[in-house]
């Protein structure tokens, strides 16, 4: 489970008592200075390199760890709000092969190269998401508002079609108005898809 900018490893477990999850073991890294990155996940790879590929060094080790604790691959899920719902997607997308899949609260993918002849999004430069993997048995979650001042709408649907396109099963959830929080259907989502697997 992957906190946002800001956030730290105790608020984001905290959405594992607030989901009814009682027989869920749950690791949480915490960002140093409770950041993954310290620009919008929009900015160029240039920028995002160093602090994804660190962070994306963070998730593979805990999911080591807890396969070495015995919890079979295909058991694990990812999760993230915000700075970490990109990260976990991004996780997802780069290394999650086997994995049971990911939940998203209001994310999008970081992506995999600068695109200098697409559109740009809240004032960056676009992104391609061409990912090789086969995500084929994995889930995805990915919810976003309308108007969410951090995440595009645009961006969090493009992540849906790139998962698709891996084979991922996505799912996706677009609140109406203007926000940037964990809701009650992502609640009841995780609670779900994590308990079917328990």
């Known amino acids: 489970m992957l906190h946002g900018r800001g956030g730290s490893a105790a608020d984001i ?19 140093p200075g409770n950041s993954w990155w310290p620009t919008s996940f929009l900015a160029p790879m240039g920028q995002m ?20 604790e015995g919890m079979a691959r295909d058991r694990i899920w990812l999760a993230g709000f915000s700075q970490g719902a990109c990260l976990a997607l991004e996780a997802f997308a780069r290394q999650g092969q086997g994995l049971a899949g990911v939940l998203a609260f209001s994310g999008g993918l970081v992506g995999t190269s600068d695109d200098p002849g697409g559109d740009g999004l809240y004032g960056h430069g676009a992104k391609r998401l061409d990912y090789p993997g086969d995500l084929t048995g994995g889930k995805a979650w ?30 996706t959830r677009t609140y109406p108005g203007a926000g940037h929080a964990v809701m009650r259907d992502d609640l009841a989502t995780l609670r779900a898809w994590v308990n079917q697997g328990a």
Do not use: F, N
Not at 17 to 29: F, N
Not at 153 to 159: E, I, P, Y
């Open 13 to 31: 477990l905290g959405l594992v008592d607030r989901a009814g999850l009682t027989r869920t073991a749950a690791i949480a890294p915490e960002a």
């Open 142 to 171: 990915i919810s976003v508002h309308e108007r969410d001042q951090h995440i595009p709408l645009a961006r969090a649907l493009d992540s849906a079609r790139a998962l698709t396109g891996m084979g991922a099963a996505v799912e």
């Open 49 to 68: 390199a160093p602090h994804l590929d660190a962070g994306l060094g963070t998730v593979a080790a805990a999911v080591a760890t807890l396969q070495a």
